[in-house]
């Protein structure tokens, strides 16, 4: 069965960096677009960030345009997320998220998430 | 970008009765609208894609509907554990987005 389990996350000061991983199995990883979205506490479901199956094309929020970075490695299975200049309200919990295709889809399967807390 | 609004914000109806969530996109975007179910504590479930196919498991008194820029999640019968919060979500293009999203309780 198709599993997605995140990890990396932690408490890190304004302006620091952290990377997230997303170990996924059960699925031909290679053929599928993967999303990061995620959620401040109490508030609602915010995408961040999309890869294509092949890696050559990459998408972002504009909230996190040119600080976080999305990568994936096939040879590992695993997604990443590389979090830069993080602010106060990158405070969220970061899903990862499987896509129903390589490229456009919705997202069928989700990991549990893994809590990034900015704070000094 | 398409913006994506939800109404009502929350709403609260007895077991059993039918319960309609309203989805509406800034722009025409087609049928790729998926709807959302994310139990407290718990982690978002898909629901419904392409506006209206049922995702296997889900149980039937879930229902889509809708094609350009509105769209409905209908529930036919509420049960206690249908007790969320429900987005919807675009999925023809980036940037992906969500809905604010409907906290469903029971009365």
């Known amino acids: 069965q198709v599993q997605l389990v995140e990890s990396g996350g932690g408490v890190v000061q304004p302006g620091g960096s952290l990377r997230l991983s997303c170990a996924a199995s059960g699925f031909t990883f290679s053929s599928y677009g993967m999303h990061w979205v995620r959620q401040a506490p109490g508030k609602g479901l915010e995408w961040v960030a999309f890869i294509r199956y092949d890696g050559n094309n990459k998408y972002y929020a504009d909230s996190v345009k040119g600080r976080f970075t999305i990568s994936r490695d096939t040879s590992k299975n695993t997604l990443y997320l590389q979090m830069n200049s993080l602010r106060d309200e990158d405070t969220a919990v970061y899903y990862c998220?499987?896509?129903?295709?390589?490229?456009?889809?919705?997202?069928?399967?989700w990991g549990q998430g893994t809590l990034v807390t900015v704070s000094s | 970008d398409i913006q994506m609004t939800q109404s009502p914000s929350s709403l609260s109806a007895s077991v059993g009765d039918r319960v309609t969530i309203t989805c509406r996109a800034s722009?025409?975007?087609?049928?790729?609208l998926a709807w959302y179910q994310q139990k407290p504590g718990k982690v978002p479930k898909l629901l419904i894609y392409?506006?209206?196919t049922l995702q296997s498991g889900v149980p039937s008194r879930f229902s889509g509907s809708g094609s350009g820029t509105d769209f409905t999640l209908t529930i036919s019968s509420l049960q206690p554990e249908d007790v969320a919060t429900y987005y919807c979500q675009k999925y023809n293009s980036a940037p992906f987005t969500f809905g604010p999203g409907t906290k469903v309780d029971i009365k």
């Open positions: 998220a499987k896509g129903s295709s390589g490229t456009w889809g919705y997202f069928d399967y």
């Open positions: 722009q025409g975007m087609s049928d790729y």
């Open positions: 392409a506006a209206s």
